[in-house]
């Protein structure tokens, strides 16, 4: 079993800044042997791919969306994967979802992750 908790989360105005953070929680299993990812969902829209990272963190890929504003990070040692927020625009607000994947495969479909947090709320103001 895996508990993902994310935080992080507010009000910005645009043009600034978050850092969302995704804590964790594997049964016998090493967290680095899960691909980590990071999706989500503004009012009315279906949840949209952000990032991903790999399992030693070697590899990264971004959405277009945010891709140059944006970058997925991890720290193995903490159990924990980060999602720093630069430039932030009032199109990116939405409910931010941490998400594992047990394969490893790292990639921006969400059926391929097993393991959804519950979210954490970003609302930027213009």
């Known amino acids: 079993q895996v508990q993902l908790v994310e935080s992080g989360g507010g009000l910005v105005q645009a043009g600034g800044s978050l850092r969302l953070s995704c804590a964790c929680a594997?049964?016998?299993?090493?967290?680095?042997?899960?691909?980590m990812g990071w999706f989500r969902q503004g009012p009315g829209k279906e949840r949209e791919f952000v990032a991903t990272i790999s399992g030693l963190g070697h590899y990264t890929f971004h959405g277009d969306s945010v891709k140059g504003r944006f970058t997925i990070s991890r720290d193995n040692a903490k159990n924990t994967v980060y999602l720093q927020m630069d430039s932030l625009k009032p199109e990116d607000t939405a409910v931010y979802y941490c998400a594992a994947d047990r394969r490893g495969a790292a990639t921006a479909r969400m059926t391929t992750y097993d393991y959804w947090g519950q979210g954490t709320q970003v609302t930027v103001s213009s």
């Open positions: 594997t049964s016998g299993r090493t967290f680095s042997t899960f691909a």
